[in-house]
């Protein structure tokens, strides 16, 4: 739905195509929602659903060409740039940084943790105003912090394997703000 929503709004305030039609009438903004959904799910999961079944969830409402012809526009409009990495993205290419001594169970439970705490920063603008890799960031060290299995041997190691991967000598500007709100 995270992704869906990204589309959505890109499109919307993108300017191009339809998408001011889409900020005046209440059914092309439903049938935009409807093929950002769609699109996100085409491209982010690992099910197949074809548009036959998008069209029945709106009972009908929005045909098969409808939204095969909004799914081009958002396309079109946003350039076909669709590939944007997510905050959680970068959350799990970091957590396979861990040290190879880390028990599997214990990464997978920071996974969960940093699950949760993306679960709460949706609902808070303040995330959306950074970029994705420093929310990831910003994420990630504030599990590191709250976590109590990791020995401080294999918290420095994964500190400086993520800094070196992430080409930084210092956090950037953001991530301790970031890491801050979670």
């Known amino acids: 739905v995270g992704i869906a929503m990204l589309y959505f709004d890109r ?3 993108s300017g191009k195509g339809q998408s001011g039609d889409s900020l005046q ?3 092309q903004f439903q049938l935009a929602a409807i093929a950002s959904f769609y ?3 085409k491209l982010n999961e690992p099910i197949v659903m074809g548009i036959d079944h998008m069209s029945r969830m709106t009972r009908g409402f929005y045909s098969e060409e409808e939204i095969a012809t909004m799914e081009q526009d958002i396309l079109f409009s946003l350039e076909w740039r ?3 990495p997510t905050p959680m993205d970068f959350v799990r290419h970091l957590l396979e940084l861990l040290p190879e001594s880390v028990h599997p169970s214990c990464a997978e439970g920071m996974l969960q943790s940093a699950k949760m705490k993306m679960e709460f920063a ?3 603008i303040f995330f959306s105003s950074h970029k994705p890799s420093i929310v990831g960031v910003g994420c990630i060290m504030c ?3 709250e976590t109590k299995n990791l020995t401080q041997t294999e918290l420095t190691e994964f500190c400086i394997r993520m800094s070196t ?3 930084y000598e210092q956090l950037p500007l953001g991530v301790l703000d970031v890491q801050q709100r979670f």
């Open 82 to 84: 669709v590939s944007s």
């Open 11 to 13: 499109y919307l305030s």
């Open 39 to 41: 699109l996100a799910i």
């Open 25 to 27: 009438s209440k059914d």
């Open 122 to 124: 949706k609902s808070f």
């Open 143 to 145: 599990v590191m912090s």
């Open 165 to 167: 991967a992430m080409h």
